[in-house]
């Protein structure tokens, strides 16, 4: 039976944790993605298509041949651009959308995110709750969703994922703030007064969940998928202080001054951090998988505090290699400018 598949943005963070056990799974495995591939453990397992989702011709091109399509290319927050965001978000997926249903794509899974929720007012966030997206990357999402359903109706077998934040090996992105702080015992900032309760997923629990949905011969769903077992973030990143017998130390910054401060900084493209980050980090975020459970038979393995300690130590055992690199990915570090100045004063 056929199995191949091609990945967008598949040279990213999520797009190579797929892709290596989508090949344990004996699947045809393709990456599309505008960045080069620096997994070297998938050089020559892998075929890369050096393609932007915005081109539409290219992307209609690229899609022929496959049995499966993974829509995992995004922009991210960090882009804050409403432009740039939108095109790649909205039109990229539509133009992946078209050329899918006129290619015939068995299925395609398309990754929304938890962000269509906006800051979480009905805990736990279930599938058919309210949306009340925060920034444009929330609104982008939005509108993907709606275009996946669009074409749905066209006869596209689609199912749609929204994942908490997800982090494993080879994270960094804004998770490298906190790593780097526990490595060097220095302090460890949060918004508000840690109490509240946080959930994350791990990488390999959202990959489980993609094939999943996939394979399924249910389609036309929307899924949460998040960890089963979170606590707050004061006891989470509590253990990672514990378990690397580091010297840092949890501190508390005011949530509003601290809003108001970073929303400055974000207008001003002093620090990466945008307003999905600081605005649901100091409350109650969690959402309901029961959903994923009963329809997909999903079942995420890793708790939060697995998966953080997991992710440092990756970042512990490979920091020299990564220290310098930065962009806009998450499998690189972001540049905090002004936020690296203020973290070395503690």
Known sequence: MSKRVLITGG????????????????????????????????????????????????????????????????????????????????????????????????????????????????????????????????????????????????????????????????????????FEAIYSGRAVFILGNGNNRYQLLAVSDAVDAIIKALESKIDGEIFNIGALEFQTWNQDLGSVIKHAKSKSRIIKLPTIPSQILLGLLEILNLSPIAAWHYKTMPVDSYISVKKTEKLLNWIPQKSNEELLIESYDWYKKHRNEIINKVGMTHRVGWNFKLLNLIKNIF
């Open 11 to 178: 040279c990213g963070f999520l797009g190579v944790h797929l892709a290596r056990q989508l090949l344990k799974n004996n699947y045809e495995v393709t990456l599309l993605d505008i960045a080069n591939l620096d997994a070297k453990d998938l050089f020559g397992k892998v075929k890369v298509i050096k393609c932007d989702v915005r081109d539409k011709n290219k992307i209609g091109k690229a899609i022929k041949n496959y049995d499966y399509v993974v829509h995992a290319a995004a922009a991210l927050p960090i882009l804050r651009e409403k432009k740039i965001i939108f095109d790649i978000n909205i039109n990229g997926t539509k133009n992946v959308l078209e050329a899918s249903l006129k290619n015939k794509i068995k299925r395609l899974v398309f990754i929304s995110s938890t962000a269509v929720y906006g800051i979480p007012r009905h805990l736990p966030e279930a599938e058919t709750n309210p949306l009340d997206p925060i920034g444009y990357y929330g609104e982008s999402k939005v509108t993907g969703e709606k275009l996946c359903l669009e074409y749905a109706k066209k006869g596209l077998s689609v199912n749609i994922l929204r994942p908490k934040s997800f982090l494993g090996p080879e994270r960094l992105g804004v998770f490298e703030l906190w």
